[in-house]
Every structure is written in structure tokens, then in C-alpha cells.
């Protein structure tokens, strides 16, 4: 099994930032990628951004060039910085990781963190 944590979510104000984490623990013996997505009401769940073990990373158009995906490896730990926000981006963001877990390869959830943009 492999549980997933997030953190940093909360309420900003548009022009703001925020640092979003993902921690990954459990039975890992390798992760393949690492991601985030977010979700309002109505709306599909949709990729934010996305980074592979090899440091390769994919932006959604509407976040390019405002939003970092970064990784710390040792720990298993995905950052999403997010930069420039408006109401827009006001979402339920969860982060999503490819693991290899030996008996297992599949991808796991987090259990989401509230972003809302407001003044």
C-alpha cells in the first residue's frame, strides 16, 4: 500500500502564492512520475502538471509559466509553487504518483487540498 499526504492548501488572495506537497510513503520501490490535478464542481478533474523520475516536466497551458512542479526524491515528496494566482485557479488540487511497489504498479491519489482565490 501506498498512502499519499498533501498539504498546504488554503485561502489567498489573487496576485498570491502558494506551495502545495505531496508526501508518498509505504511499500515504494520506485515512482515513474509525479503529478498534480484539480477539480472544481461540474468539471473533470484536469493535469496541472506533471514530472518524471528523469526531471521532465508537462505544464497545462493556463498554468505555463506561473506554476513549478518540483521533486525531492529523497522524500518521496512532489511541490507544486504556484505563483500569480486568480480565481481561476480556486480548485480542489490533488497530487497523483506512479509507483512500482514491487507486487503492484498503479498510480495513487491524494486526498486533496482546497486552493480558493479570493479577496
Known amino acids: 500500500q501506498v498512502q499519499l499526504v498533501e498539504s498546504g492548501g488554503g485561502l489567498v488572495q489573487p496576485g498570491g502564492s502558494l506551495r502545495l506537497s505531496c508526501a508518498a510513503s509505504g511499500r515504494i520501490v520506485r515512482i515513474d512520475a509525479m503529478a498534480w490535478y484539480r477539480q472544481t464542481p461540474g468539471k473533470e478533474r484536469e493535469l496541472v502538471a506533471t514530472i518524471t523520475s528523469g526531471g521532465s516536466t508537462v505544464y497545462a497551458d493556463s498554468v505555463k509559466g506561473r506554476f513549478t512542479i518540483s521533486t525531492d526524491n529523497a522524500k518521496n515528496t512532489v511541490f507544486l509553487h504556484m505563483d500569480s494566482l486568480n480565481s481561476g485557479d480556486t480548485a480542489i488540487y490533488y497530487c497523483?504518483?506512479?509507483?512500482?511497489?514491487?507486487?503492484?504498479?498503479?498510480?495513487?491519489w491524494g486526498q486533496g487540498t482546497q486552493v480558493t482565490v479570493s479577496s
Open positions: 497523483n504518483v506512479l509507483v512500482d511497489s514491487g507486487s503492484i504498479y498503479g498510480g495513487y
